[in-house]
């Protein structure tokens, strides 16, 4: 509402129509545009609290994101690592059980061929006793067969001697 004159000056009459009918209209509209104002005023400050919160959250995501995937990584290179070893250890068991059938195989046939030379040991021991045993025999009846011969011999001279008289 105007309350001018039209002259720059304030027209009491105007003014005093203006508290009687409009102004206590305009000042409940100002309480409630206050009121409002407070209300937006304080989302204003939920939303820079939440933004604030917000960019809080962002920038923790962003450093434990950073954190993540550089354990990641080095967890990749300790997995790598691990399968390299791996595949290496299996190439090591398989090498060592292939040299532990080799060794078993060469063992066997070690002592198989221990066992026939110990039969054959056993055959020719056998033999030899056989043949010492021959032998002594051969020598016993050689001694008993000298001696006997002897024995003729001296006869034998005994008898020619008492001839030649």
Do not use: C, H
């Not at 990749?76 to 040299?99: F, G, H, I, P």
């Not at 054959?120 to 067969?145: H, I, P, V």
């Not at 006997?148 to 001839?163: N, P, W």
Request: glycine share 4%.
């Amino acid at each position: 509402m105007d309350i001018s004159n039209g002259s720059g000056g304030i027209d009491s009459g105007k003014l005093m129509d203006y508290f009687t009918k409009d102004f206590l209209k305009d000042l409940g509209k100002m309480a409630v545009l206050r009121d409002e104002l407070e209300k937006r005023q304080g989302a204003m400050k939920a939303v820079d609290a939440a933004n604030k919160a917000k960019a809080d959250a962002d920038a923790y995501a962003a450093s434990k994101k950073a954190e993540t995937d550089g354990a990641l990584a080095e967890a990749k290179e300790t997995n790598a690592k691990a399968k390299d070893l791996k595949a290496s250890l299996d190439a090591r068991e398989k090498s060592l059980d292939d040299r532990a059938k080799q060794l078993e195989t060469a063992s066997a046939d070690f002592e198989k061929s221990v066992g026939i030379k110990e039969k054959t040991l056993a055959a020719q021991e056998a033999a030899l006793l056989k043949a010492q045993n021959e032998l002594k025999l051969a020598q016993d009846k050689l001694a008993s067969d000298q001696t006997a011969l002897d024995a003729r011999v001296k006869a034998f001279q005994a008898k020619v001697a008492s001839i030649a008289v």
